[in-house]
Structure formats: C-alpha cells, structure tokens
C-alpha cells in the first residue's frame, strides 16, 4: 500500500458538501476503507472507480437521506401534526391579527375587494352550470349544429336547416323523437287593439314531451297537435290577460288567429331557451305567416333560427348519425364554394359551450367567460399579493417568535402550515366583508349583462360552500409566499433579528406597487376617455338641430287631426311628422332602382312632412322641399352621399332624376346637406326622404315656450280630447338622443367598478408599503431632526421614492390605454372623437391625488413626530 | 410487531447477528457479497439498515476512533431483542411452510 494513494478528493468533498451538517462520518469511513481494501486486489483508477460509485450510491440513499433529516431538526421535533399545536396555531394568529391592527384591517379589507368580483364569478358560473338540468331526459338529448364553409369563411351554428329533420325521422331508426325548434315568433299580438310583443318558438309537437317545461293546464300531448294553436306561460297569461284565463281565447299574431290550447309554468331561469309562447310548428308549415314559407326551408342556406333536437335512446350511434347528416349534405355541397357539415351537440354542452352563431337563447360561450375570469384575477391577485408583500416586510416583528418555534423543534413544514393558517382565516374574514359587497354589487351586475334575466345569482348551499373553499383556497395561495418564507428562516438569524432581506424581493415589491397602479390608471381613464366621449357624443353636430323638440308618439291617431290641435296652442311653434326619429334608431333601408337598369343601391329611408326640414333645419343644397301629400307622391329627397353613390357630383344635375322603388318611380326633387340619420357608430350612407302620410309615427313639436309643464299638461289635455285612449307619450328630442347612448354608461358603469376596486387595492399595498418604511425609519427621522432637519425636507425624503413609483406606472399606463382606445375600441365607432389631453390629465389627476394622499398621510405624520418620543427609548 | 422483515433485510439481520457486537458496514458488505455472491453497494446496505433501526430490529453505536478510516469512527451494530423476535418467527414460519410443503419439494427434486 502506497502512501500517498488516497481516495479522489473530489468525491469527498461532494460527499461532506451534500451531507452538510448531518452526521456521517462512519459512512464516510466504511467507503474508505473499501477504498484500501479494494486496492489489494484492483488497479487504482478500478478502485476510485468504485469509491465514486459508492459515493454516489450513498448519496442517493434513505440512509443519508434520514440522517440529513435528523442533523436539521431538533431532537424534540415530532412530524405528526398534533391537534393541540393546530388550536395554538389559532391562538398565535388571533393574537396577531389583533395586535397588528392597522395591517390586519388593510389586509382584510385588501382581500375583501379583490375577492369580491370574484364570488361574483363563482357565483355567476355555479348558475350556468345548472343550465338545462330540469330536464328529465337531459342526457339523451341533442341538438344538431352546422359548420358552414364559405368561401374561406368559417363559422359555426346553433341552428340547422329543418328539412334535415323530415329525413331523420324517416330514413334513420335509433332515433326516438325529432323536434324541430324555430325561433322566428318575435312579433306584436294583437289584443283589444293594443300591441304586446311576445317572443317564442314555433315547435313540432312532441317538443313538450321531449323537454320537461310542464302544463298548467291542457294536454301536452294534444295541445300543438294542430296548426295554428299556442300555448303561453303563466308570465305571458299575465301580459297579455291579467287573470282572466285564457284557454280557448284566440289571439292574433301577424294577422293569423292562434288558439291558445294550454298555460305553461314558466320555465326556469337556467334554460337555454328562453320563450313566453310556444306554438305549432304546422302553424308556419302551411306557409301562412311571413318569412318563413315552405320553398326555403328545403334549402340547406336556409337555417337562420331553425333547429333541431334529438331524442336518442343511447349515445351509441351519435357518430353514426353524424356520417350520415353529412352525407345528406355532402349531396349539396360544393357548389358556389358552399360547404356545409353537421355535428351533434350534447344538451349539457349547450351552455356554458362553444361560441355558436345564431343561438337560440342567451349564449354563455367560453371565450367570453374567460375574459370574466381573467378581470377577476386582475383585481385578486394584485390584492393577494399586497398579502404577501405586507406579512414578509413585517417578517422582523414575527422573527424570534419563529426563531423560538424553530429552537424547540418546530420543523420548517409546521411553520409552513402555521403561517397558511393564519392567512387562510384572515381570508375567511376577508370573505365575510366580500360577501356583503357581493351582496351589493349583485344586482349592477346583473343589470350590465345582455342576458341577466336568464341569470340567478341567489344564494343556495352549494354556492355558499363553493364561496368558503374559494376563500380556503385564496388563503393558500396568498399565504404560500410569506409561510414558505418564514419557514426557510434559519432559527439562528432568526433570534438574532438579522433581517434575511433580498435585494430582489424589495424590487419585486416596488414592480408590484408599479403594476397596481398601471391597472388603476388603464381602467380610470377608460371611465374619463368615456364620459367625454359620452358628452362629446350628445353635443355631436347631427347636422340637425335638437334643441327643444319634443317627439310625440302618435299611436295611430291621425296626424293631421293632432296638428290642428297641437298648432292652436301658444307654446308650439311648429310642428313635422315623421316615421322614425333621427340619430337614435337605425332607419329601415330600401333597394332604389336606377331606371337606367343597372345595379340597384341600397338607402335608408325616411318619411317626413312638408315641414320637417325647416323644424329639424335641415339645409337644402339643392331643388326644393315637399309641398303636400298629394303632390309629393312619388317624389324624393336625397342626401350627397347618395349623389355620390350614383356619381353626380353637381346637386343641381341630380333634380328630375329618375329611380323606381318596387316598380313605382321616383323623382328627386332636392338634395339636403349631409346628416347622421342613425348613431355615430354607423357611417352616413345613402339616405333618402319620402312623403307618406301613412307611414308618421312622431310628431315632431317645436316649443317655443319656456314652461315644458304646463305644455305637457296642454298637450296631454289635448291628447285626451281627441278620443285618445292611450297614454301620451312624449320625449324630448335630446333626451332621447342621450339616451340611445346610454349604453356609453356600461362600460363606464364597469370601469368605474373595477377602477374603484383597483384603487383600493393600489392604495391598501401603497400605504402598507408606506407605513413600513417610515416606521422603520422612526429612528433616523430623530436623529435627522435632532440634527437640525427640515419637517419639509423629511416628508421629501421620505416620499420621493414612493411618488416615483406612481410617476413610473402613468408612463407605462398612458401608451396602453392610448393604444388600446386607438386602435381597438375606436374602430367599433365610425365616427371617432379624437382623445385629448384633457381627459388623460384628469385621470391623472385622479391617480395621483389618491396616491400622493396616501404617502403624505403617513410621511407627513412621521415627519412631524416629536423626536423626543420617538428616540426617548430603545 | 413494526413491520415486515423483507429478503434482503432478513439477510443483513442475520448476518449483523453473526458478527455479534462487532458488526459494521464493511465487514456485513463483504460478508454479504460473499456468501450470498451478489454484488452490494453500500449505500443500499447503509439504507437497509437504516431502516432497520427504524422498525427497531437493530441498535447502534459509535467505536473509538482508529488510525486506519483517517481517525473516522466505525458505527457497529447489533440486533435488539424484538430484531432477534423477529427473525425467530420468520424462521418458524419458513420451518411450517417447509414441513408443509416437504413432500412435494422432494418429487420436485
């Protein structure tokens, strides 16, 4: 045995670094006297050969692995969780919250705000995921869908073509019923003379057989056996009858007579069809109303609200009646670059499900669910990460408590499940507080949704529960961060108080502060960029004037009548009739045909009198105005965009032209200025005036009187002299242009929301931040002042870096919602108002003074503070 | 009783038991490796032991240091009273399955 022969240093020194301070130094001994023993008989690269592999073979195993566990606990450390440490967890973390007051209160407030869009959520997705589950024979229905293919364009339906059906039930076994849905009965009945819109189905009669929407009363096998006969739901019954039952009346829709054969209990709020009438499909099978004839529904383009639902015994052949719906198809397909398949959608998979066109009732797609989740992230995670960045800087008052823990054997996952403890019951808290916003923002929300009467958010078990494990869960997930922090400290450093501070994590907590107020700013200058576009929009030249013009709906009294009334009092200066008002509703567009034979042009058009120009003043550029009915007959004034379409560029050239609408010609006798006929989302296009006396629905009264009350009241008396029985309706003109853009408000009703709740939580971590700083400063602030400090110069000091912070997030927030108003929300709007300084100055503004309140309110007091107090004790 | 005694396990047991008091690592590998003509390595051997002492078949202790490991200890080891137990009923068992089985061991020879 040679001497200087040893084992490879290497290999030792790997060994005694991973085993650290555990206890193996026999094991280290037995590899290296294997060393020397496999000498004798062995080469001496063999040997170190085999001293790594043992090396290794020891490292990786339970042996140094136990050791290793033993040399980094206590000798008292236990690994079971006792019962009794779990109830000290919650004594430790009551005495905590209480004593920490001021950061307990911020913190759960904090959670509370950003939790509560959430339960929102929670709550809003435990409703849609009960859709259609009153069904009894829910799993085993289906609904056919279509994917069409059109010249590249790929889209995807709800609904199907109809005549699809007739084959089903006829050449397919396995199938046990076919429904045939079409959600084309959108009208007025006609009751007494007054209109009522309903809306609903027309369906085969085995719909209610196949779905479980009950009878009050009638026969559900019976009741839309015939053509021509509906049932309506008790809602519906109330409407239109009041309490007069209605079994055996007949109600006239679209000029047909229905025989109610049956009352319905009104359907759930969780169905995906949502309806007040059902009636016979036979009823639009005969051909007998409008829009919806017999030769169509044989074509495979023609789908728009058809659908077809299936009853299958089993779930077996759904792949076979798949191949065989696109056989049918693949017979059509082709032609014209038309392409068309089928597939067939589970009745669970309806909703919440894939974004389909022309659903049959309120679509909850996934796409738009998940940008619901994403906001509420948004606004949660920011708050539960002010958690986190609060309890880790307040980490030096928890130290020797910890270090203590740790010296009497506390094993680091025992911290790690104390600290998960004491968040997840400052979330449950949180919770309680977040339950009475949810309680108030609830209805808001439901009032913002398109389709909130299809939606419940009351409570029941289930939700409640789902609520406390989501408050369970935000707690873990919160409190990961800081446990695990706490539990990595090393019990020495602990006792000692040396903060274990990183670089990093101040940095991190800086870019989070930063990212809290990006989002305040991107959402608080949404609601400001908003508002003005709103008063912009309402101040808007029309290119007409608004100004005190009262629309009266003239509810099939005669028109001419209403004048000579009307025009006998002082306060109306003039007065026009017209069939739609201006700028706020689309107007009805016609096909204009050239004589000249060539294309026809779309324009929009609109009935007016003799004096509505000059009432609204509207300016003619060229011809002249209507004169009377009789002689405006088949006369037409046109506006310059319609000039340009057909290609006159002079005015004058245009007069005497000829065009025909449905074969009838037209002259044009005058050319208006350019106005916008419809909101500003939609561009000025083609735009015509005719003269029709039949067609005025608003009279439109210019008052010249200041005293709009007592006007009302003349009008209203007015109104019920002449036989009337109907309730006066009238409007002022701007206020019904205010309110077509009232939908201006949901998005700043939202924004506002969020923005609130985004400040909040911003200034909550802000002035946690805040108050942790100066209070460790405390000292310092003394000293400085004791050595002849400013108060003024204090408060600089202590606040620059923190304003700095908010300076930083308005340069990275104001380029995003800049570009995010350019280019994303501008284009849903034609005409575009331009942003301006202005309202991101406001916003701003607005930031900045929250946040700057908040850095004085604490820098200021500290700054301030007697410096006798403050240095008196140590 | 802790637990099951495993093959490998009952192995080392019985052989720490032939050392008597005088066990340790290298010494049970090599007699292991030698009897048993199966290659151990010592991590997998110290495992095993380890576990050992866990289900409490086997107590140790540390030597005095010597000259020979670079003055390292050697940590002997010896079996405990249920260790001892425990491989008495393990070979009760093997000694009934063997009377049981006796007959039909023997046609198979």
Redesign the interface.
């Known amino acids: 045995m040679k001497k200087e022969i040893k084992p490879p240093v290497l290999a030792d020194r790997l060994f005694e670094r991973y085993c650290r301070n555990a206890q193996i130094e026999d094991l280290h001994g037995d590899v290296e006297e294997l060393f020397y023993l496999n000498l004798k008989t062995m080469p001496i690269w063999k040997a170190k050969v085999y001293y790594w592999r043992q090396v290794f073979s020891l490292m990786f195993s339970y042996a140094v692995k136990r050791r290793k566990k033993n040399a980094s606990t206590h000798a008292f450390a236990s690994h079971s969780i006792n019962l009794g440490m779990v109830s000290n967890y919650f004594l430790i973390a009551s005495r905590s919250l209480v004593k920490n007051k001021f950061f307990s209160i911020i913190n759960i407030i904090g959670l509370a705000v950003g939790m509560s869009v959430c339960l929102l959520l929670i709550s809003f997705f435990s409703f849609i995921t009960t859709y259609d589950d009153f069904h009894a024979e829910r799993n085993n229905i289906y609904r056919v869908i279509s994917k069409t293919n059109y010249k590249t364009e790929l889209k995807e339906w709800a609904s199907a073509p109809s005549f699809l059906a007739h084959h089903l039930k006829n050449d397919h076994t396995g199938i046990d019923e076919v429904v045939r849905v079409n959600a084309s009965l959108n009208s007025d009945v006609e009751i007494d003379n007054n209109k009522i819109p309903i809306s609903g189905y027309y369906v085969d009669p085995n719909f209610l057989s196949v779905f479980t929407y009950p009878l009050v009363t009638g026969n559900k096998d019976m009741a839309l056996q015939k053509p021509n006969t509906i049932v309506i739901t008790e809602r519906a019954v109330k409407k239109l009858f009041g309490d007069v039952n209605p079994v055996g009346e007949a109600i006239k829709i679209n000029n047909v007579d229905f025989e109610i054969t049956g009352v319905l209990e009104d359907h759930p709020k969780n169905s995906h069809m949502q309806f007040e009438a059902l009636a016979s499909y036979q009823s639009i099978e005969k051909g007998s109303l409008n829009g919806a004839d017999n030769l169509s529904l044989s074509n495979l383009k023609e789908f728009r609200d058809e659908y077809i639902y299936l009853l299958l015994p089993n779930a077996k052949n759904i792949h076979q009646l798949e191949s065989y719906l696109n056989k049918q198809a693949s017979k059509a397909n082709g032609i014209e670059g038309y392409n068309i398949a089928f597939e067939l959608q589970k009745l669970e998979d309806i909703t919440p499900g894939r974004a389909l066109s022309n659903s049959i009732g309120p679509a909850w797609d996934i796409q738009s669910l998940s940008a619901f989740i994403f906001i509420a992230l948004l606004i949660l995670l920011p708050a539960s990460f002010n958690y986190a960045n609060i309890s880790i800087a307040q980490s030096l008052k928890r130290m020797k408590e910890i270090g203590l823990r740790k010296m009497m054997g506390g094993l680091q996952q025992q911290i790690f499940l104390q600290f998960i403890i004491e968040t997840i019951i400052i979330s449950l808290i949180s919770l309680g507080l977040s339950f009475y916003l949810f309680t108030l923002i609830r209805q808001e929300f439901l009032a913002m949704l398109v389709s909130g009467d299809a939606i419940s958010l009351d409570l029941n078990m289930q939700t409640i529960l789902y609520f406390v494990v989501f408050a369970v869960l935000v707690g873990l997930v919160t409190g990961f961060v800081p446990a695990y922090y706490f539990s990595k400290l090393n019990p020495v450093q602990a006792m000692k108080k040396t903060p274990v501070r990183k670089a990093s994590g101040f940095a991190f907590r800086k870019s989070l502060t930063v990212f809290q107020f990006v989002l305040s700013i991107v959402f608080i200058t949404t609601v400001v960029i908003q508002l003005s576009q709103y008063r912009q929009t309402i101040n808007y030249d029309f290119g007409f004037q608004q100004e005190n013009i009262l629309d009266v709906q003239l509810q099939e009294s005669d028109p001419d009548l209403l004048r000579n009334e009307f025009s006998k009092l002082s306060s109306v200066a003039q007065i026009s009739m017209s069939s739609n008002v201006l700028g706020v509703e689309g107007v009805p567009p016609v096909f204009l045909k050239n004589l000249n034979g060539t294309d026809s042009i779309k324009v929009f058009q609109m009935f007016i009198d003799e004096y509505y120009l000059s009432n609204l003043g509207l300016t003619l550029v060229a011809g002249r105005n209507f004169t009377s009915n009789k002689l405006s007959n088949n006369k037409i004034i046109v506006n310059e965009s319609f000039l340009e379409k057909i290609g006159i560029n002079d005015p004058s050239l245009a007069l005497g032209q000829l065009f025909t609408i449905n074969d009838q010609p037209q002259e044009v006798i005058g050319v208006v200025l350019n106005f916008h006929y419809a909101p500003l989302d939609q561009p000025i296009e083609s735009f015509m005036f005719r003269y029709d006396v039949n067609q005025f629905r608003v009279a439109n009264v210019k008052v010249a009187s200041n005293d709009m009350l007592e006007t009302l009241t003349e009008m209203d008396a007015i109104w019920r002299m002449l036989g009337g029985e109907k309730k006066f309706i009238a409007h002022f003109f701007e206020e019904e242009i205010e309110e077509a853009y009232s939908n201006y408000f949901v998005l700043v009703k939202l924004c506002g929301f969020l923005g609130f709740l985004a400040i909040t939580i911003s200034c909550l971590g802000l002035l946690g931040m805040v108050v942790l700083t100066v209070d460790s400063k405390i000292k310092e602030i003394g000293i400085r002042k004791v050595m002849g400090a400013s108060t003024h110069g204090m408060v600089v000091m202590l606040s620059k870096d923190f304003i700095k912070l908010i300076f930083i997030a308005s340069c990275i927030a104001l380029p995003i919602t800049y570009l995010f108003f350019d280019q994303v929300y501008m284009r849903t709007q034609y005409y575009k108002i331009p942003i301006g300084a202005t309202e991101i100055l406001i916003s701003l503004g607005i930031i900045m003074s929250f946040g700057f309140f908040t850095i004085l309110s604490q820098t200021m007091r500290a700054a301030q503070a007697n410096p006798v107090d403050t240095l008196r004790s140590e | 009783m802790k637990g099951f005694i495993g093959e490998f396990e009952e192995l080392v047991l019985l052989t720490i038991a032939s050392f008597g008091d005088q066990a ?3 010494i049970i ?2 007699d292991i490796e030698r009897r048993a003509n199966r290659s151990v ?4 051997l ?2 095993t ?3 050992l002492e ?1 289900k409490g078949f086997v107590k140790s202790w ?1 030597g005095e240091p010597t000259e ?3 003055g ?4 002997y080891f010896e079996l405990t009273q249920t260790g001892k137990a425990g491989l008495h009923q393990m070979k009760n068992l093997r000694d009934e399955l063997w009377k049981a089985s006796g007959i039909n061991l023997e046609l198979a020879k």
């Open positions: 340790y690592g290298v590998k090599d390595s010592i991590g997998a110290h495992s032991i380890t576990r866990e540390l020979e490991r670079g390292r200890r050697k940590r």
